[in-house]
């Protein structure tokens, strides 16, 4: 079945890897990003992958942009089936050094973001009774990681999210939620961690170096491990999500993630146990 597929932060890394490998499975894809002059990485995957795709502006911290980029979408297919919600950023800071500057952005580009644009579809797909919404999260969604607690809460915020939503819009509208919770992708993300550590004040010398050095040395030397995945690896982990008829409230996309988590997610792998509890527990 063909679908309309709205996806944010699609200037780099997975988010092209998702759009492109959406028009190749024959699905209207509308790829946005928060500044169209970067646009350039993405329109050379499509122009190689031989797709076409419609790229719009869409900020994920600018209610109004949003808005706007699901009125255009809506205008043009009225309808929306799938809302990806692939922007975000990652963040490697103690508590104590990060700026409430700092910890608003991370929490308002990882969380709100995800909030502001699920509200601007949830009402097109509740009338359609039908539609799914992907965000994508993080095994640090599940499990708490050095110097990444900022980043972490917002992705445990993300997952609490879905599930919640899940609990209950699911058996009343038909509209489904999926957590892809990825371990390490191969793209310009880790890259762009690091250079968020300089641009804030690089490594500070105090009692926290030797621990973030150790951190990011560690980090280093896994690159070439099984952590990493490709973005088309996740890529394709998303479109089995979307292809699903009952798809999994949340998915690891490695086998490295489902060992890495497997502490907390054993029990219920696809989170549709919880969500059988939940339902009995408040809404019967």
């Not at 894809?29 to 795709?53: F, I, P, Q, S």
């Not at 497997?262 to 029990?267: E, I, R, S, Y």
Request: charged share 15%; proline share 2%.
């Amino acid at each position: 079945m063909q679908h309309v597929i709205l996806i944010t932060g699609t200037s780099t890394g997975l988010g092209i890897r998702i759009a492109v490998q959406a028009a190749q499975a024959g699905h209207i894809v509308y790829a946005t990003m928060r500044n169209l002059g970067k646009r350039d990485a993405l329109d050379a995957a499509a122009a190689e992958a031989g797709v076409t795709l419609n790229v719009l502006q869409l900020d994920v911290q600018d209610t109004d942009s949003v808005t706007a980029a699901v009125a255009h979408v809506m205008q043009a297919e009225n309808r929306i089936d799938v809302m990806i919600n692939n922007a975000g950023a990652g963040f490697v800071r103690s508590t104590e050094q990060a700026s409430e500057d700092d910890i608003n952005w991370v929490m308002d580009v990882n969380f709100n973001g995800v909030v502001r644009c699920t509200k601007a579809v949830i009402g097109h797909m509740r009338r359609a009774r039908s539609g799914h919404i992907i965000n994508i999260s993080s095994v640090g969604g599940l499990v708490g990681q050095p110097f990444n607690e900022v980043y972490c809460a917002a992705k445990f915020a993300v997952e609490g999210y879905t599930e919640a939503m899940a609990s209950y819009i699911t058996p009343s509208f038909g509209i489904h939620f999926t957590c892809v919770e990825p371990g390490g992708i191969a793209s310009e993300f880790a890259t762009n961690v690091l250079q968020h550590v300089q641009s804030t004040g690089g490594m500070l010398e105090d009692e926290y170096l030797p621990i973030l050095q150790k951190y990011i040395g560690g980090a280093q030397d896994r690159q070439g491990g099984d952590i990493y995945q490709t973005a088309d690896q996740v890529a394709e982990v998303v479109m089995s999500c979307i292809a699903a008829d009952t798809p999994p409230i949340r998915i690891r996309t490695s086998q490295w993630a489902e060992t890495f988590c497997a502490l907390k997610t054993d029990l219920d792998p696809d989170g549709r146990k919880q969500q059988a509890q939940v339902i009995a527990q408040f809404l019967t």
